[in-house]
T-cell receptor
Framework: DIQMTQSPSTLSASVGDRVTITCRAS??????LAWYQQKPGKAPQLLIY???SLESEVPSRFSGSGSGTEFSLTISSLQPDDFATYYC?????????FGQGTKVEIK | QVQFVHSGAEVQKPGASVKVSCKAS????????IHWVRQAPGQGLQWLGR????????HHAQKFQGRVTMTTDTSTSTAYLELSSLRSDDTAMYYC????????RGQGTLVTVSS
């Protein structure tokens, strides 16, 4: 199985901050990587697919980059609605696997 | 808009089986794979498997070998996940997704395994 490692596990930030979350795959997944936002009690919502493609209706302050084994999600200016947990997921090979999550908290 | 209506919460005893469903709407059901993902309380996301609604072909995670059955009813655009020999660590929220996309309202089915 492809292992996905996210860092950090928790991130404390303020409204307006630029934040970056990284995700590393245990082998190359080309650009078959998705990023999700999840709020408590709700299903994950897709933000980014194919490493850098923004899902429809997702604000442009979210962006993704990377290829191969190293990826990142950046929020250019953190908004109150963005405090949530974020997951990366590889869909290059079965079984699809997720990172352990990054919780973005209010500083 | 693509939506999934999940079946209601379930409480099952260890060793029993559970069958959850999600009814799709807003798109051509047979055109996209359905994936199943679960999340234990306070834990991360775990992929269980996927089904091609058009052919019925399935692929599941090795961890669930022999315990998971995925089916669809194309006449009602409904996908089913059956998990057998339930254990306490199967307690989780179960979600279906169309490829990478979950229900936009955030729905899932809570399965609790408890004696």
């Amino acid at each position: 199985d492809i292992q996905m490692t996210q860092s950090p596990s928790t991130l404390s930030a303020s409204v307006g901050d630029r934040v970056t979350i990284t995700c590393r795959a245990s082998q190359s997944i080309v650009t078959w990587l998705a990023w999700y936002q999840q709020k408590p009690g709700k299903a994950p919502q897709l933000l980014i697919y194919k490493a850098s493609s923004l899902e429809s209706e997702v604000p442009s302050r979210f962006s993704g980059s990377g290829s191969g084994t190293e990826f990142s999600l950046t929020i250019s200016s953190l908004q109150p609605d963005d405090f949530a947990t974020y997951y990366c997921q590889q869909y290059d090979a079965y079984p699809w696997t997720f990172g352990q999550g990054t919780k973005v908290e209010i500083k | 808009q693509v939506q999934f209506v999940h079946s209601g919460a379930e409480v099952q005893k260890p060793g029993a089986s559970v069958k959850v469903s999600c009814k799709a709407s807003g798109y051509t059901f047979t055109a996209y794979y359905i994936h199943w993902v679960r999340q234990a309380p306070g834990q991360g996301l775990q992929w269980l498997g996927r089904i091609n609604p058009k052919s019925g072909d399935t692929h599941h995670a090795q961890k669930f070998q022999g315990r998971v059955t995925m089916t669809t009813d194309t006449s009602t655009s409904t996908a089913y996940l059956e998990l057998s020999s339930l254990r306490s660590d199967d307690t989780a929220m179960y979600y279906c997704a169309r490829e990478l996309r979950f229900d936009p309202r955030g729905q899932g089915t809570l399965v609790t395994v408890s004696s």
